[in-house]
């Protein structure tokens, strides 16, 4: 156990549907990243969160929402979802943020299927 | 943005035997981590390189990083079957970003 908790492990829904991600980050850890991992496109940053503020985006399409709540858990919204949203969703949690980051620790992901 | 080149791609192997990955980045490396992943599974840290010249050792894994050529290595010493898996660098710039990974196999 990383101490990140990510829910659900499997998530099986239909194309045009909603989902919600959650994450728990590591006790004492105020930055929570998002990843998806997909077989073609490897690791890809999605989005970072450091004490409830949004602090960096990467690649991460505008039917994808974020939110990171004052107890630090942290919750991926995909909306409007296509079959190539189908991947493993990763969180991640440190205890800094940027240059200052250190001990990232992953979550054992979210792996979505879109049918 | 920083881009990290993961070589090789995948790398199949006899049990017993060393091996060496690496990753280079396209801009100056401030901190650089290694992480194994078993398919479909989440990532286990392995060890995190922060200086020019260090080199860190866990099992008969040793990483090092090369500050000035923007690179570091991952060697594995007397390779098992247990050390097969995806192994993913990841530089720390403002946010973390990771190569494509090294796909391992060690065949008894």
């Known amino acids: 156990d990383s101490g990140v908790t990510q829910t659900p492990k499997h998530l099986i829904t239909a194309t045009g549907q909603r989902v919600t991600l959650r994450c728990s980050p590591r006790s004492g850890d105020l930055s929570v990243y998002w990843y998806q991992q997909s077989l073609d496109q490897g690791l890809q940053f999605l989005i970072q969160y450091y004490n409830g503020e949004e602090r960096a985006k990467g690649n991460i399409l505008e039917r994808f929402s974020a939110q990171q709540f004052p107890d630090l858990h942290s919750e991926l919204n995909l909306s409007s979802l296509e079959l190539g949203d189908s991947a493993l969703y990763f969180c991640?949690?440190?205890?800094?943020?940027?240059?200052?980051?250190?001990?990232?620790?992953f979550g054992s992901g979210t792996r979505l299927t879109v049918v | 943005s920083q881009e990290l080149e993961q070589s090789p791609q995948s790398l199949i192997v006899q049990e017993g035997k060393n091996l060496t990955i690496n990753c280079t980045s396209s801009?100056?490396?401030?901190?650089l981590y290694w992480y194994k992943q078993k398919y479909g599974e989440g990532l286990i840290f392995l060890m995190m390189?922060?200086?020019?010249?260090e080199e860190k050792s866990h099992e008969k894994i040793t990483a090092k990083l090369d500050e000035k050529k923007q690179q570091s290595s991952l060697h594995i010493t007397a390779s098992q079957p247990s050390h097969a898996g995806i192994y993913l660098c990841g530089a720390v710039s403002e946010k973390l970003v990771f190569g494509k990974g090294t796909k391992l196999t060690v065949n008894p």
């Open positions: 991640a949690s440190s205890a800094g943020t940027g240059y200052l980051s250190y001990g990232y620790t």
């Open positions: 390189l922060q200086k020019g010249g």
């Open positions: 801009k100056t490396l401030y901190g």
